[in-house]
């Protein structure tokens, strides 16, 4: 099946700093990503959908600068966390959609960001 | 507004107590409903695909049915490795980018 590899699985980093992280679609190219969000024990939040050769899309009440988003390839999009701050700290995940008509997302194994 | 509604939202099952979880959705013209398992830290893995009211798919103890207005996960049998977040999403019409809106999930606990 269709492989989406996200790293890292988890980072601590110190508030201020900014955190990288990747998401590669392994076995097939994708010309659409999203990003989404998840809290504790509730469901994934769309954050944006990124395009490969174009700027990503964000969703109502993601701030674009802070969640600095690149889909510079049609198998590599990132996800930049900006000025981290506590409340940044959740779990993110990526997918990747396959060049097929109505295929479904094929998501990554999430991040774990935690700012100390 | 499209809404997709998943319940219950935590259930509790004992080994081979068979049962079934409800995703709801106020959607016109559907473009695929979707079901995902997730386990804790991980992403959801993707189960099925149902496109038309009539259609119903199995894998092992798994089976999806896809109404006018709801999809059902029909678990026969559970066994205490079934127990994970079961998702449920929609595909909405008219979407160029494809994104999926997801239910708030059932939290399924199988006990031995």
């Known amino acids: 099946g269709a492989v989406v590899s996200q790293h890292p699985s988890w980072v601590i980093c110190k508030s201020g700093t900014s955190v990288k992280i990747e998401c590669r679609s392994l076995d097939f190219q994708a010309t659409t990503m999203f990003w989404y969000r998840q809290f504790p024990k509730q469901s994934l939040m769309l954050m944006a959908t990124?395009?490969?050769?174009?700027?990503?899309?964000?969703e109502q009440g993601v701030e674009k600068d802070k969640f600095l988003i690149n889909h510079a390839s049609l198998t590599l999009s990132t996800l930049t966390v900006t000025s981290a701050h506590p409340e940044d700290s959740s779990f993110y995940i990526c997918s990747a959609l396959r060049l097929l008509y109505n295929s479904p997302l094929h998501f990554g194994n999430g991040t774990r960001l935690t700012v100390t | 507004e499209d809404q997709v509604t998943q319940s219950p939202e935590a259930l509790r099952l004992q080994e081979g107590e068979s049962s079934s979880l409800n995703c709801s959705y106020t959607?016109?013209?559907?473009?695929?409903l979707f079901w995902y398992r997730q386990d804790p830290g991980k992403g959801p893995e993707f189960l099925f695909t149902l496109y038309s009211a009539g259609e119903e798919k199995e894998k092992e103890r798994l089976k999806a049915t896809l109404t006018k207005k709801e999809s059902f996960l029909h678990i026969t049998a559970p066994k205490p490795e079934d127990s994970a977040t079961y998702l449920c999403?929609?595909?909405?019409?008219?979407?160029?980018?494809?994104?999926?809106?997801f239910g708030g999930g059932t939290r399924l606990m199988v006990k031995p």
């Open positions: 999403a929609v595909r909405l019409p008219n979407n160029a980018g494809n994104m999926l809106t």
């Open positions: 990124s395009n490969e050769g174009s700027k990503a899309t964000y």
């Open positions: 959607v016109s013209g559907l473009r695929g």
